[in-house]
């Protein structure tokens, strides 16, 4: 399910949350991904260009993950 991933996924495992709380029982995800040396805060010199295409990258990924997990 990797065919557009930016970030190479290693491993995902699904810990249960089965503990009282107001929410009730929730889906805890444990990622492993390859490792990511800079963060977006670090990127200052970035065009309008790429710029857009991170935060459209970034929306994706959030998009993707919601339609998994639901809110996160």
């Known amino acids: 399910m990797q065919d557009t991933a930016l970030v190479k996924t290693y491993a995902v495992q699904n810990l249960k949350d089965t503990s009282p709380n107001l929410c009730g029982n929730r889906d805890i995800l444990k990622i492993m991904i390859e490792s990511m ?12 260009q790429e710029s857009l295409y991170l935060l459209s990258e970034c929306l994706r990924g959030f998009d993707d993950c919601y ?5 996160f």
């Open 37 to 48: 040396p800079v963060r977006a805060t670090d990127l200052h010199n970035l065009t309008l």
């Open 67 to 71: 339609s998994k997990v639901g809110l």
